[in-house]
C-alpha cells in the first residue's frame, strides 16, 4: 500500500497527520467491518506521548461514540492509569482495527474477536499511526494486540509482562485487556490484577525514563 500521507501537508505536523488519517478511516471499505459499524473508532490522546496504549478493537460503547475504551472496560483502564498517575490525554490510545467487529446472537449484536483479514486491512492504519506518533513504548492490551505487533504466536498467559524489541528499538510489552479482567472473579481476579499492576509499574519506569531524556 502506499503511503497514506501522501495529501498529507506538513509531514512532521503529527497532528495533520493524524487527522488525515482519521479522515481515511472514517470512509474506510477495506473490509465488511464497514458494512456494519456505526462510527469508526480511530484514536486519542496526546501524539507526542512517548507511550502508546494499542487495544483490540472497539466494542459496542466505542461504536456508539467513536471514541476508544468507553464503558466499563475504559473506567477500568482509566483506573489502572491512575493508579501510576498517567491520564489518557497523557498516552496515544487506539486499538488494532478501527471498526466494531459483531455477530447478530438473539436479535441482537454481540462483539466478536476481529479476524486475522480484518486485522490485516487495518493494519496499514495502526502502522501509519506509529509512524506519526513515533512512540518509544508500546503496551498492547491483550492478546490479538501483541500477536499483530511483537509475534502472531503470542500467547497472552505465557508471554505478558515481558518486553519485546520491535522496529525502530520501540520497547513493546503486552498485558491483559481490561475486558479480560472484568471478567474474573474470586482468586483469578486477584492474581490478575496483580499481574496487570506490575506491567503497568514497569511500562510507567521506562515512560519516566523516556520523559526524563526529554528533559
Given at each position: 500500500m502506499?503511503?497514506?500521507?501522501?495529501?498529507?501537508?506538513?509531514?512532521?505536523?503529527?497532528?495533520s497527520?493524524?487527522?488525515?488519517?482519521?479522515?481515511?478511516?472514517?470512509?474506510?471499505?477495506?473490509?465488511?467491518?464497514?458494512?456494519?459499524?456505526?462510527?469508526?473508532v480511530?484514536?486519542?490522546?496526546?501524539?507526542?506521548?512517548?507511550l502508546?496504549?494499542?487495544?483490540?478493537?472497539?466494542?459496542?460503547?466505542?461504536d456508539?461514540t467513536?471514541?476508544?475504551?468507553?464503558?466499563r472496560?475504559?473506567?477500568?483502564l482509566?483506573?489502572?492509569l491512575?493508579?501510576?498517575?498517567?491520564?489518557?490525554?497523557?498516552?496515544?490510545?487506539?486499538?488494532?482495527?478501527?471498526?466494531?467487529?459483531?455477530?447478530?446472537?438473539?436479535?441482537?449484536?454481540?462483539?466478536r474477536?476481529p479476524?486475522?483479514?480484518?486485522?490485516?486491512?487495518?493494519?496499514?492504519?495502526l502502522?501509519?499511526q506509529?509512524?506519526?506518533?513515533k512512540?518509544?513504548?508500546?503496551?498492547?492490551?491483550?492478546?490479538?494486540?501483541?500477536?499483530?505487533?511483537?509475534?502472531?504466536?503470542?500467547r497472552i498467559?505465557?508471554?505478558?509482562?515481558?518486553?519485546?524489541?520491535?522496529?525502530?528499538?520501540?520497547?513493546?510489552?503486552?498485558?491483559?485487556?481490561?475486558?479480560?479482567?472484568?471478567r474474573?472473579?474470586?482468586?483469578?481476579?486477584?492474581?490478575?490484577?496483580?499481574?496487570?499492576?506490575?506491567?503497568?509499574?514497569?511500562?510507567?519506569?521506562?515512560?519516566?525514563k523516556?520523559m526524563?531524556?526529554?528533559?
Open positions: 502506499d503511503s497514506l500521507f501522501d495529501s498529507a501537508e506538513g509531514g512532521e505536523d503529527r497532528e497527520r493524524l487527522a488525515e488519517l482519521a479522515r481515511q478511516v472514517a470512509v474506510c471499505t477495506r473490509c465488511d467491518l464497514a458494512l456494519s459499524r456505526t462510527n469508526t480511530f484514536g486519542t490522546g496526546d501524539p507526542h506521548s512517548p502508546m496504549l494499542v487495544g483490540e478493537g472497539p466494542g459496542e460503547n466505542e456508539a467513536g471514541l476508544p475504551f468507553v464503558g472496560a475504559g473506567k477500568l482509566d483506573d489502572i491512575a493508579a501510576v498517575e498517567l491520564t489518557r490525554d497523557q498516552v496515544y490510545l487506539t486499538n488494532t482495527v478501527k471498526c466494531r467487529a459483531a455477530v447478530e446472537e438473539g436479535g441482537r449484536m454481540k462483539n474477536p479476524r486475522t483479514g480484518e486485522i490485516r486491512a487495518c493494519n496499514p492504519y502502522e501509519a506509529m509512524e506519526a506518533v512512540p518509544e513504548i508500546i503496551l498492547c492490551l491483550g492478546g490479538p494486540a501483541a500477536k499483530t505487533l511483537i509475534d502472531k504466536n503470542f498467559t505465557k508471554d505478558r509482562g515481558k518486553w519485546h524489541e520491535l522496529a525502530g528499538g520501540v520497547k513493546a510489552m503486552a498485558t491483559f485487556h481490561p475486558a479480560y479482567i472484568l474474573q472473579r474470586g482468586d483469578d481476579l486477584k492474581q490478575t490484577k496483580r499481574l496487570v499492576w506490575k506491567d503497568v509499574q514497569a511500562v510507567y519506569a521506562e515512560y519516566q523516556a526524563e531524556a526529554r528533559g
